[in-house]
């Protein structure tokens, strides 16, 4: 029997594209993953990665592992994880979602779930869209609500709604140029970015989606790229303007899961997620003191 360790090892050395920057990813040094890799084409009798200078590269017979590899460590990370669930709990839902939605959306939901849902535990996490994607896949999260999602055969994706992101600043009759902030929102922002204003990419600062938002740039006197539901509050109040003549960029939001371990606490969840997105659509609810 494989390893799930192994399987792991695999897993990073196709995620990273060398044994090297695997090595570091599984926290073992180069040697040890070739060895392993050595011995899981020994157990398969096949070759799974073609070395070469620039890095490893899956064959045919990896391509036809990789499933059963990520199955796998899902497998493990998710009986580890039920196997910690204290007696009081049937069992505990690992939700995630990007650092911008827990502001408001996501808050409501764990709210929801932990009202509707007393025999479950949760946990729940922040991260990227591709960090998301990655600790998804291997069954280290349960349920992901992010933007622009990585998106993988395992994988189920489902629209949840459309927001945009829009250009705010803090002063309308003065110029933003000098007071621009990148904040970078993914790899199809920066392409619609670079196509529509080419000249505002170099700039001074530059954030990334973990940054403090809208109080930010409410703090700094700048303007930047925001979503239009998470400055709604602050445009109302008159603290932001929506800055006149700018290029929107459409921002989907999507929920992403596990196919092939949904239960029926996962369909409960998935549908308390849709009616607090309805509510959030429709301005219902109501932001945190937090974001105003």
């Not at 990273?16 to 009798?45: C, D, P, W, Y």
């Not at 080419?198 to 954030?207: G, I, K, M, N, S």
């Amino acid at each position: 029997m494989i390893d799930v360790e192994v399987a792991r090892t695999f897993l990073a050395v196709i995620e990273t594209g060398t044994f090297f920057e695997a090595s570091k990813k599984v926290h073992v040094t180069q040697s040890t993953v070739s060895m392993r890799i050595k011995n899981l084409e020994e157990r398969l009798g096949q070759i799974v990665f073609e070395r070469s200078k620039s890095g490893a590269r899956l064959t045919s017979a990896g391509h036809h592992f990789e499933r059963y590899a990520r199955a796998m460590v899902r497998a493990w990370e998710q009986g580890k994880h039920q196997a910690g669930v204290p007696d009081r709990f049937d069992e505990i839902l690992v939700i995630g979602g990007q650092y911008s939605l827990w502001s408001q959306l996501l808050t409501q939901w764990l709210i929801s779930l932990r009202s509707e849902l007393p025999r479950v535990a949760f946990r729940a996490e922040v991260g990227t869209p591709l960090a998301l994607s990655h600790r998804l896949s291997e069954g280290l999260i349960d349920i992901a609500v992010m933007h622009q999602p990585r998106l993988r055969a395992d994988i189920e994706v489902k629209h949840l709604m459309d927001d945009e992101l829009i250009l705010v600043t803090t002063d309308p009759d003065r110029g933003f140029e000098d007071r621009y902030m990148y904040v970078d929102w993914g790899p199809a922002f920066h392409e619609q970015h670079s196509h529509k204003l080419p000249d505002y990419l170099a700039v001074r600062t530059t954030v990334g989606l973990g940054f403090f938002g809208a109080p930010f740039l409410i703090s700094a006197n700048a303007a930047g790229y925001m979503p239009r539901r998470l400055v709604t509050p602050h445009l109302e109040e008159g603290y932001l303007y929506e800055a006149k003549d700018a290029p929107i960029f459409p921002y989907p939001l999507y929920v992403a899961y596990q196919t092939d371990t949904a239960s029926e606490v996962y369909e409960q969840a998935l549908d308390l997620l849709y009616e607090v997105t309805n509510e959030y659509q429709k301005g219902d609810l109501e932001a945190p003191f937090w974001a105003e």
